[in-house]
């Protein structure tokens, strides 16, 4: 009787392989495991057998039962769903990819935070901007050659008598006065970022970049507040051993006017391969001009004010561990570049 259980069972596999559609196998069903099917049959045969018989051969016929009704279900669903839709639930589920904020964006969280500590507040002024915040009111009249620095984006739109030509803002001290006009009535503490555009593309520079403006107006502001400022926002971005170091220099909306330089990380100031003098620049900083504070609506014979531009981007290249050797790849939308960050 063996032997016929074994020949039944290879039978069945068989002709389940066999079976195209989800009616036949429900027919081997019946043949095999009906009612008056060919197991049931084989079960009422075992009475014939001896006790000890009876429990290995009735093991035997179960095991094959058990094999068939497994068989002719995974068949079934096969046939009637499609292979791929034979569902396994302990499989491991696929985890949906999860995206991080773009780098530059978490340098400015980043730089607002640690202005934000020391009572500054981040505010955001429109990127297309009048002439007259841009260059007019910071000192800078029309045709005047310092405009140049400012390789500008114009808008073609109508004038306008006061403000002039609409620009995009080449940078973030279109703000200043701005913030002198919403505050009206110092203490200003302001810190400015936003996007900034310029007629600019090689390694190092994009056509848009990121700008973040301080600007600080009080009565008795001097070179001191500006310069702890800076210290404070070197210490806390770089590192607590890195140093800032004013350059004087020329800008229109500012006097004294400086360039401000951070100690180089790798030598600390000593001079070495990658700043070659001990010094990396930062961006440039000063007091704010008398006439300036007066279009912004502030007398300057009671109040004084200092301020700072500085390039997002570029402080994020000077950040340590990071070596971009290509600005526009922040921009080139490389999820391979950007995944990194
Ligand atoms: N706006 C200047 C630039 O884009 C940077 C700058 C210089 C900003 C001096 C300032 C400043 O606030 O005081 O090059």
Not at 102 to 128: C, D, M, N, W
Not at 300 to 321: L, N, S
Request: glycine share 8%; aromatic share 10%; proline share 5%.
């Amino acid at each position: 009787m063996r032997e016929e259980i074994q020949n039944i069972r290879n039978e069945a596999l068989a002709q389940l392989i066999e079976a195209k559609t989800a009616d036949e196998v429900e027919r081997l069903r019946i043949i095999y495991l009906g009612r008056n099917g060919k197991v049931n049959k084989l079960t009422k045969k075992l009475k014939s057998l001896k006790t000890q018989e009876k429990k290995e051969v009735g093991s035997l016929l179960n095991d094959t039962k058990d094999t068939l009704i497994f068989q002719i279900g995974k068949r079934k669903n096969q046939l009637k769903y499609g292979v791929r839709q034979w569902f396994d639930p302990t499989i491991p589920g696929k985890k949906p990819v999860i995206g991080h904020l773009h780098l530059i964006t978490q340098a400015i969280e980043e730089i607002s935070s640690i202005f934000e500590k020391i009572g500054f507040t981040r505010v955001r002024y429109p990127e297309v901007e009048w002439d007259y915040y841009a260059f007019e009111s910071l000192n800078m009249p029309k045709d005047h050659p310092a405009r140049d620095v400012w390789e500008t984006f114009f808008v073609d739109s109508k004038k306008d008598k006061k403000y002039g030509q609409m620009v995009l803002t080449p940078h973030t001290s279109s703000g200043q006065i701005r913030e002198m006009e919403r505050i009206k009535n110092p203490p200003i503490r302001m810190i400015n970022i936003a996007k900034c555009f310029r007629r600019e593309l090689d390694a190092s520079h994009t056509p848009m970049f990121h700008q973040f403006e301080g600007l600080v107006i009080d009565k008795d502001i001097s070179i001191a507040h500006l310069k702890g400022t800076l210290d404070y926002f070197a210490k806390n971005y770089f590192g607590p051993e890195r140093k800032t170091r004013l350059r004087p220099f020329h800008f229109q909306f500012t006097e004294p006017s400086f360039e401000v330089d951070i100690s180089c990380g790798i030598c600390k100031a000593k001079g070495c391969k990658v700043c070659k003098e001990g010094w990396l620049e930062l961006g440039g900083a000063g007091m704010v001009y008398p006439s300036v504070l007066k279009n912004g609506g502030i007398d300057p014979q009671k109040y004084t004010g200092f301020a700072f531009g500085w390039g997002v981007e570029r402080v994020v290249m000077m950040k340590p561990g990071l070596n971009i050797p290509d600005l526009r790849l922040l921009y080139s939308s490389d999820l391979r570049f950007l995944r990194q960050f």
